[in-house]
């Protein structure tokens, strides 16, 4: 479970996350000065940011299907509950699965993953209905990508 603590963040800070939001490979030096504060400044605000969990990392955003991953689906799977946390961490280190959702309703697990063909998701799904801790499963598979984009746009 993720720490909920809701932190505070000032003007300066917002506008630090919205550039690196925009690119995270920004020198701190050129964006300090945009924002007309000194980089030792920035750095530490970031370095805060960090260390309280705002900022998680910096990655570069991917286009899966150039790399030979067009397919990609959405598999809900019902499981046994009492081994949904163990589940969640076995599925979370597959190469494919690109997200794990821990979600409320008549499935438990929610998983986005990327695949190089149909065959390809038909053995992933084939290999998780071997598990015993899996009730059933549900999958969709996406026909268009209409955004795909981990930065959303609320600070």
Same mark, same amino acid.
């Given at each position: 479970?993720?720490?909920?603590?809701?932190?505070?963040?000032?003007? +300066?800070?917002?506008?630090?996350? +919205?550039?690196?939001?925009?690119?995270? $490979?920004?020198?701190? $030096?050129?964006?300090? #000065?945009?924002?007309?504060?000194?980089?030792?400044?920035?750095?530490?605000?970031?370095?805060?940011?960090?260390?309280?969990?705002?900022?998680?990392?910096?990655?570069?955003?991917?286009?899966?299907?150039?790399?030979?991953?067009?397919?990609?689906?959405?598999?809900?799977?019902?499981?046994?509950?009492?081994?949904? /946390? #163990?589940?969640?961490?076995?599925?979370?280190?597959?190469?494919?699965?690109?997200?794990?959702?821990?979600?409320?309703?008549?499935?438990?697990?929610?998983?986005?993953?990327?695949?190089?063909?149909?065959?390809?998701?038909?053995?992933?799904?084939?290999?998780? /209905?071997?598990?015993?801790?899996?009730?059933?499963?549900?999958?969709?598979?996406?026909?268009?990508?209409?955004?795909?984009?981990?930065?959303?746009?609320?600070?």
């Amino acid at each position: 479970m993720s720490d909920r603590k809701k932190i505070e963040i000032d003007a +300066i800070d917002k506008k630090l996350l +919205i550039e690196l939001l925009k690119d995270s $490979r920004i020198s701190l $030096r050129r964006l300090a #000065e945009e924002m007309n504060v000194s980089p030792a400044t920035l750095h530490n605000r970031l370095m805060r940011l960090v260390q309280e969990g705002v900022v998680k990392g910096f990655t570069a955003l991917i286009d899966y299907s150039k790399l030979g991953y067009p397919v990609t689906s959405i598999l809900m799977i019902k499981v046994d509950g009492k081994h949904i /946390l #163990e589940f969640e961490k076995e599925v979370s280190n597959l190469d494919n699965v690109v997200a794990v959702y821990d979600v409320v309703g008549e499935y438990d697990v929610m998983l986005i993953a990327k695949f190089r063909s149909i065959e390809d998701l038909d053995t992933f799904i084939k290999s998780l /209905l071997k598990n015993p801790k899996i009730e059933r499963t549900y999958t969709s598979i996406v026909l268009n990508v209409v955004k795909e984009d981990p930065r959303i746009k609320i600070i």
